[in-house]
Structure formats: structure tokens, C-alpha cells
């Protein structure tokens, strides 16, 4: 079976030049802190690394209050969704998608022989999923798997926790599967401490809020008998030793993420000020990036990469009159509002 294309935020190819200010991905603008750049650089790399990341997983579950059991550390959340998918011995079933929605665990579910149904929300109920389509859906398809994104990716919508609870209680034979890469750049930082029926499965990302994408770390919190499924469908050493290195200093790392998020929120503030200057249509949901509705967002993307600005078309979310940008520093935003006058008064 050909493996789908994917298109994330930051890809190479769109790169116009090392000086191109990158607004498509949602990362931390002022990361890493100068302690986590130490400590990767300091980090061994002439020793195996521990195959069970013993010292990290530990560390999450104690910030979690929960088992070392329930933490499995990934290569980054795209490989935890590609070992999750994996996990039932049986081939087929239906994996039921919250679109639009990160696309990374419908291309493994696919590859694994699932029939993708969705649920898509819509920018005129300012993209909110409500839950007696959910419960429809659920009651309808009996998928094996139910996958959201929550807080969302792109649209920074959130499902409060208890009604996740609810739908997971009530629908018990499917797996919830939570991807919270984004709960911490997000008023909801603090739910990721829930508790969760044991056929949900959060799914947790350090790229984001320490600025980390080249080492690929994330970790996944569930029942012991789902991590372990996933475990079981991993390599060995898949988590260098930089990474998991890393991630240790990510778990002291609190404030800063949160004195970030509260930078990054008023980065968001004045670029929603002049945004409305330009009358461009916007929605924002629970996170900080933006979506602005411009029209053709492929020839917006490529008429801005001529300014050396790289935003995110939504086209690959079926969003194609839509881009996502992520607010960086205010200087940054001045150079893409001057961009955007010039591209699109020509």
C-alpha cells in the first residue's frame, strides 16, 4: 500500500530562504530556554540510551498523580499515533475522525486497514463540534477508535473534559484517542491532569511549548494495558538520550512555558488589532494561532513566500479559503502585515 502524502507546518520544500520568517508552525517563539539548550548539549550521546526512559516517564507520571504504568515516551506524537494505530491484531473497523483536524493518526489508521468516517465542524458555528452529532456519529459507525484533537489544530476549539468523559463513558468500546499537543498554550493547561475513563488515551507533546522539533519527544497517558499495547509496537531505543534528556528539563520547565504562553497571547492581541485594519476575516479559538480567511489560501501562501513569509494553508484541512498563522513577536507580525498589504493591494 503507497504511503498518503502528508502536509504539516514548516515543511523544507516551502522554505524560500534561511530568512524566511516561518508563521505555518505552532511552536513556542521564545524557546527553547537557555537551561534546555545546556542541558541537550551536555546530554550523553556516547552510551545507549534507556530503552524504557525510566527516569522520564516517572517524572510525567508524578506530575500527572498517576502510575509509571500509565506513561509511554515517543518519538514524537506521530509515532505514538502510528504505534496506537497498530495495536489491534485484527485488521479493519472504522476509526472515527473530529475534523478538521491533524491528519498524522487518519494516515495511520488508513495504512492499518481502517475505514475513516468523520464528524467536520463548520465556520459558521465558529467551528465548535457539538456533541449530539458526536454521540450520532458514535452510535452510528461503533468506531474502534475516535480521535480528537483538543484543543484543535487548526481551529483552537476545546471539548470540555467532562464532556469527554461522558462520551468515553458512554461509548466504552471505543478508544478515545486526546491528542493535547496544545493544552499548554491554552487557558486549559491544567486539565491535562484529568482523569479519564481507561479507553481514553492523551497524547502529549513537548515540541510545541519548549520549541524542541528537531529532538522529537512526546508521551502518551493511559491505562496500563493501553500503553502497553503501544509499547509493544515500538522500537527499542526509540528516545535518544538528547531527547530524553530534554524532556526531564521540559518536566522543570512550568513557568516558563507559562510565562510564554501569556508573551505569545499578546503577540495574538496585536495581530488581531491590525488584521482588523486590513478587513480580513478571522476566527480564534482557545489557542493562539489564527485562522484568516483570505480567499485562495495556496496563492496567498506562495505570494507571501516571495516576501519571505511562510504561513499555513489550510487547503489540506479541506479549509481552502483559509490560513493558519501562529503569532510570533510583534516585529515579526509588522513584517507580515507589510507583506500582506503588499500582496494583496497587487
Known amino acids: ?6 502536509i504539516h507546518g514548516g515543511i523544507a520544500q516551502y522554505q524560500a530562504s534561511h530568512h524566511t520568517l516561518d508563521f505555518s508552525v505552532n511552536i513556542n517563539p521564545y524557546g527553547p530556554s537557555r537551561r534546555m539548550e545546556q542541558v541537550i548539549r551536555q546530554a550523553k550521546y556516547d552510551e545507549y540510551p534507556d530503552p524504557h526512559c525510566f527516569k522520564l516517564r516517572k517524572a510525567i507520571s508524578q506530575w500527572h498523580h498517576c502510575d509509571i504504568n500509565q506513561i509511554h515516551i515517543g518519538n514524537g506524537a506521530a509515532e505514538i499515533f502510528w504505534s496506537l494505530a497498530s495495536t489491534r491484531q485484527e485488521s479493519g473497523g472504522i476509526a472515527l475522525i473530529l475534523e478538521p483536524t491533524f491528519s498524522e493518526f487518519s494516515v495511520a489508521c488508513r495504512q492499518r486497514g481502517y475505514d475513516l468516517r468523520e464528524v467536520r465542524s463548520q465556520s459558521s458555528h465558529g467551528f465548535k463540534h457539538g456533541i449530539p452529532s458526536i454521540e450520532q456519529a458514535l452510535t452510528s459507525f461503533k468506531p474502534v477508535f475516535t480521535y480528537i484533537c483538543n484543543p484543535n489544530s487548526p481551529t483552537g476549539t476545546y471539548i470540555p473534559g ?3 468523559r461522558s462520551l468515553a463513558t458512554r461509548f466504552s468500546e471505543s478508544i478515545f484517542v486526546l491528542d493535547q499537543a496544545f493544552i499548554h498554550m491554552s487557558p486549559f493547561s491544567q486539565d491535562a491532569r ?3 475513563p481507561e479507553n481514553v ?8 511549548d519548549h520549541s524542541i522539533p528537531g529532538i522529537r519527544l512526546g508521551y502518551a497517558k ?3 494495558s493501553i500503553i502497553r499495547n503501544i509499547s509493544h509496537q515500538t522500537p527499542t531505543w526509540n528516545v535518544s538520550s538528547l531527547a530524553q534528556a530534554a524532556g526531564l528539563q521540559a518536566c522543570r520547565e512550568s513557568n516558563f512555558v507559562s510565562q510564554s504562553y501569556l508573551q505569545v497571547q499578546s503577540n495574538q492581541d496585536y495581530l488581531l488589532r491590525v488584521i482588523e485594519d486590513l478587513g480580513i476575516p478571522w476566527h480564534v479559538g482557545h489557542c493562539p494561532f489564527v485562522l484568516l480567511n483570505v480567499g485562495n489560501a495556496d496563492r496567498l501562501q506562495q505570494n507571501l513566500l516571495h516576501h519571505e513569509i511562510l504561513v499555513r494553508s489550510c487547503s489540506s484541512y479541506k479549509l481552502p479559503g483559509w490560513i493558519r498563522v501562529f503569532p510570533r513577536p510583534k516585529p515579526d507580525i ?4 507589510h507583506a500582506l498589504k503588499k500582496v494583496v493591494e497587487s
Request: aromatic content about 12%; charged content about 20%; proline content about 4%.
Open 1 to 6: 500500500m503507497q504511503l498518503e502524502s502528508r
Open 162 to 164: 467532562h464532556q469527554i
Open 194 to 196: 484529568q482523569d479519564y
Open 201 to 208: 488515551v492523551q497524547i502529549f507533546s513537548f515540541t510545541k
Open 222 to 224: 493511559g491505562s496500563p
Open 334 to 337: 509588522d513584517q507580515l502585515i
